[in-house]
Structure formats: C-alpha cells, structure tokens
C-alpha cells in the first residue's frame, strides 16, 4: 500500500529543537520529490520545505528558512525535517506529501500523496 | 511573494452547482490544483494542472484556470463534498503557494 506516515511530534519549549520523521512505503521513494506542508489549528495550509528525490536541492518557505532543515535517506525510504529555535506560532499538524511525478521535477510541485500529520506543540 | 485569494466560505444546496474561486496575479499562467480537507483528515488532491481529475475522484468535480481567477466546479453537489477546499500554484521563486481556504457547506 502506497502510504507516508509522519512521527516526532510533541510538546516542546520555546527555543527546543524537534526532528519529523516521515516514513514512506509503496512506491520508489527515491524517484519523487518530497514536502513538508503544515496546518496551524485552524487554519489553512503552509507549505514549509521541499527536496528532491536525489536529495541534492532543496527549497524552503521564508518562515522557516535557516531554522529548518529538511533532508531524505533513500535507503531507508525516509523523509525527515530538523526544526531549530522553535516558536509558538510554529504550533501546528506538520504533513510530509509527495509529488506524484517520477524523476528530476523542478517546477509546478503539487501533491498527490499526504500522510496523516504529526502535531508539534510549542509551549513552556 | 505571491498570494492566493479564495472566499472563506460558500453554500450549496445539495444537487446544485458549487463554484469555488482562487484568485491571483496572472494566475492563469500557472498551473492550479485543488485540495480538498475533510475535518480530521489530511488534504486530498481532486484536481492537478488546472483541469485533471486523479484517479478516484468523482466526475462531478473539475476545474479551470483563465486570467486572474481558478475555479472548482462540484456540479451535483453532495453532502460528502462539504469539507474545506484549498487552491495552490507552485511560483517561479520556487515556491509552493496555498490559497487560505474556502469551507464549502452543503445546506
């Protein structure tokens, strides 16, 4: 079964750092670029980071850029997000989605494939 | 950086036509796709490059993109089919861009 499952999420204070995992089953992970996408409570959908299946490029929001960090190993089909200098606005359900085209995929990213998200708290 | 303009909430009455807007700059030069989130449930995809349908979603739903505005059309619209809907366009700066979401309500 084609599926994505996220982990890592949690409570976590102002400043605390937290690793997403993103495990990845049923198709050929390392041909599809791979995104991290998140949902503050009740609110609409962010786009934070994407890397390409290779690994080698990676883009990623201005919100969270220089405090994350996103990065695959293909060898264990395994998508994984580093988040730094954590804030309370960056409370929200962190997804990993992939995009539903094989191979090097540089522009028109959208998502055909969501896991079921992981919430990560922040709060002291 | 780009943004995406949807109207927070439509209504339909169920076997009528729902029209849902994305409106952006030139946004009929880019590709839109459309989302659609059940309460407690990850997005789905319903249609990709404009006017494609995945594989299992119902014909009822399609769409179109020309100058400024995208649009999703759910014609026979069912009381399934009420969820949020969320537009989105990948941009030159090499961004994924969401619109705010539209929460469609079948009355």
């Known amino acids: 079964e084609v599926q994505l499952f996220e982990s890592g999420g949690g409570l976590v204070q102002p400043g605390g750092s937290l690793r997403l995992s993103c495990a990845a089953s049923g198709f050929m992970f390392s041909n599809y670029a791979m995104s991290w996408v998140r949902q503050a409570p009740g609110k609409g959908l962010e786009w934070l980071s994407t890397i390409r299946g290779s690994g080698n490029s990676t883009y990623y929001a201005d919100s969270v850029k220089g405090r994350f960090t996103i990065s695959r190993d293909n060898s264990k089909n395994m998508l994984y997000l580093q988040m730094n200098s954590l804030r309370a606005e960056d409370t929200a359900v962190y997804y990993c989605?992939?995009?539903?085209?094989?191979?090097?995929?540089?522009?028109?990213?959208?998502?055909?494939?969501w896991g079921r998200g992981t919430l990560v708290t922040v709060s002291s | 950086s780009y943004e995406l303009t949807q109207p927070p909430s439509v209504s339909v009455s169920p076997r009528q036509t729902a029209t849902i807007t994305c409106s952006g700059d030139k946004l009929g030069d880019k590709y839109a796709c459309w989302y659609q989130q059940k309460p407690g449930q990850s997005p789905v995809l319903v249609i990709y490059?404009?006017?494609k349908r995945p594989s299992g979603i119902p014909e009822r739903f399609s769409g179109s993109n020309s100058g400024n505005t995208a649009t999703l059309t759910i014609s026979g619209t069912q009381a399934m089919d009420e969820a949020d809907y969320y537009c989105q366009v990948w941009d030159s700066s090499a961004i994924v861009v969401f619109g705010g979401g539209t929460k469609l309500t079948v009355l």
């Open positions: 989605a992939k995009d539903p085209r094989a191979g090097i995929v540089v522009t028109n990213w959208y998502f055909d494939l």
């Open positions: 490059q404009d006017n």
